[in-house]
């Protein structure tokens, strides 16, 4: 096709097609997505096999009576209206969970923001100090709980100082109802404390210094200047550390199972541990699918909670 431009003959090239054009373009994309997806697929195909198809059978297996080595017969609710109503020793295992999670959360968000707020500022030996807080975190629970044991029971460690600091022997921590639950939080604190810790410690090291120097100029104290700038500033990570800490806290499990047993009395409890024993040596299998169930929406109910109050309380940049 020929147009004339001021006396001068001009050719316009047609377009070419969009088949033509996109090809190479479209056949490359399509190449990119097939190795992305071989690259994937040993994620997603461990994460279906080993999460989603267990979640999907424990939905199922719930609304069974089903023992390790008979036949499943379909129940209904029955599992569920049993735990509910008929079953004290759920309902404590039930208030045991929740004891734990109220004292554990706090004290562990609230000690390793302090401890986070000590090392932050560049202070000698912070780094040391980091992993020495750090190093309970990658130490396997189970050796973590059974030094514990070895240290709390009568004529340990802690029995030992007690008299040689008192004159008398230390109270049975392990053995007691007054004590027992009290020990477990102590030692989960000890063993988790050092994640939120580096959490809070590399947020507060992001906050920009010419705020704190701004406000430093305008009269600001320390006091001030944390509460007013640096823990809104953090409290994304904070939100973070509360909602992985809750989730966790709620399937608290090796802890009293290593140290107590669930006792003295079943004291100590916890929703996964009456799972444990309901399904591996009671061979209940669906009532321990319908206390899973259960657990389930329980952290799901407290998660929703959570994101719903960290719309008022989170300042994002």
Do not use: C
């Amino acid at each position: 096709m020929t147009v004339t431009v001021r006396g001068e003959r001009r050719r316009l090239e047609r377009p070419q097609s969009g088949k033509g054009s996109a090809g190479p373009k479209t056949r490359r994309s399509r190449g990119d997505g097939r190795i992305a997806a071989g690259f994937l697929a040993p994620s997603i195909g461990g994460f279906a096999i080993f999460t989603l198809i267990p979640i999907g059978a424990s939905l199922v297996v719930a609304f069974t009576i089903w023992p390790l080595t008979g036949v499943p017969t379909f129940a209904g609710f029955a599992n569920f209206i049993k735990l509910l109503t008929d079953d004290k020793k759920f309902l404590q295992s039930l208030g045991n969970t929740f004891v734990f999670v109220a004292a554990y959360v706090p004290l562990n968000l609230t000690l390793s923001l302090a401890l986070a707020t000590w090392i932050s500022p560049r202070i000698r030996g912070r780094n040391a100090y980091r992993v020495l807080l750090f190093i309970p975190v990658v130490t396997p629970m189970v050796a973590n709980a059974a030094v514990w044991q070895i240290m709390l029971v009568p004529g340990g460690l802690v029995d030992g100082i007690w008299q040689s600091v008192f004159g008398v022997h230390a109270p049975n921590f392990l053995g007691s109802e007054s004590f027992a639950m009290a020990s477990v939080v102590l030692m989960s604190l000890w063993q988790g404390l050092g994640y939120n810790l580096l959490v809070f410690a590399s947020a507060l090291e992001a906050v920009p210094e010419n705020l704190l120097e701004a406000a430093s100029l305008d009269g600001a104290g320390t006091a001030s200047q944390f509460f007013r700038i640096k823990l809104p500033l953090i409290s994304p990570a904070i939100f973070f550390g509360a909602t992985m800490t809750l989730i966790t806290s709620f399937q608290v499990f090796a802890q009293p199972f290593v140290l107590t047993a669930g006792g003295p009395g079943n004291s100590t409890t916890t929703l996964v541990m009456y799972l444990y024993t309901s399904g591996f040596q009671f061979h209940k299998l669906g009532y321990a699918s319908a206390i899973g169930v259960l657990l389930f929406l329980i952290i799901l109910l407290v998660s929703g909670i959570v994101f719903a109050v960290q719309k008022k309380m989170v300042h994002y940049e």
